[in-house]
């Protein structure tokens, strides 16, 4: 069945490093480039790992974008008609992105953003939760555990070839960060409180 939708909406999607967030995106832009729309890609200029004005994806898909500091900049570019917006590695932004999803979404755009939804501790990533809640749409990908083979939806991270410890700062400087895919039971992060405690469990 065919049900008529109008313009305007949130389509979020999440998952670990690896899972193909940056690839499903770019998958998209590509089919609305095709359809004539006018799309604007955006990404956090944190993110400069392969090229300074490109999305580019662990397997070397890419296409063109526009590096932004902050989220409101995104409002210097978008135009009368423009139609789609799309926003890569937006954890990475400051939490003005969520309001400016809405608005832009309340407005009649179609709005693609791709981000993490965990971060290394396996906790939810800044204002990722509130993305999730207020989109209409969520694909949740999962990437391979390196451990076990099975699909992973965490990021471990790796520090002077060690798991990093729960308290560690997002930044050290001088080490050598790495990052693999884990599943739930691989994932490591040594000094991390009991989740049922964390979680606000009640032990009586
Ligand atoms: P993300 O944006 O989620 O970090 P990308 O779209 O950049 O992911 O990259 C996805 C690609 O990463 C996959 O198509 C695959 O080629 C590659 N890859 C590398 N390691 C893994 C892994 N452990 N599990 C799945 N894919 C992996
Ligand atoms: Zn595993």
């Known amino acids: 069945m065919y049900l008529k939708q109008r313009e305007g909406w949130i ?13 499903e995106l770019i998958r998209r832009v590509k089919r609305l480039e095709y359809a004539e729309q006018n799309v604007i890609v955006f990404k956090p200029t944190i993110d400069d790992r392969y090229a300074a004005d490109e999305v580019v994806s662990h397997n070397n898909t890419r ?7 902050k989220a409101a900049e995104i409002m210097t570019y978008v135009e009368k008609d423009t139609d789609v917006v799309a926003i890569d590695e937006v ?23 791709s981000g ?5 501790r396996g906790e939810p ?5 509130r993305l999730l809640s207020l989109a209409e749409e969520v694909t949740k990908l999962s990437a391979i555990c390196v451990c076990c083979h099975t699909p992973a939806t965490r990021t471990q991270r790796i520090v002077n070839g060690k798991p990093a410890n729960y308290s560690d700062p997002i930044i050290l400087v001088g080490a050598k960060d ?13 000094g991390r ?4 405690d964390a979680l606000g469990g009640n032990h009586d």
């Open 91 to 113: 954890q990475f932004l400051d939490e003005e992105a969520v309001a400016i999803c809405e608005y832009l979404a309340d407005h009649g755009l179609r709005v693609i953003v």
């Open 116 to 120: 993490l939804d965990r971060d290394f």
């Open 63 to 69: 296409t063109r974008s526009i590096n932004i500091m």
């Open 193 to 196: 409180p009991a989740v049922y």
């Open 125 to 129: 990533f800044s204002f990722m939760p």
């Open 11 to 23: 389509e979020v999607i999440t998952g670990p490093m690896y899972a193909g967030k940056t690839e």
């Open 178 to 190: 790495t990052y693999e895919a884990r599943c739930r039971h691989c994932h490591e992060v040594p």
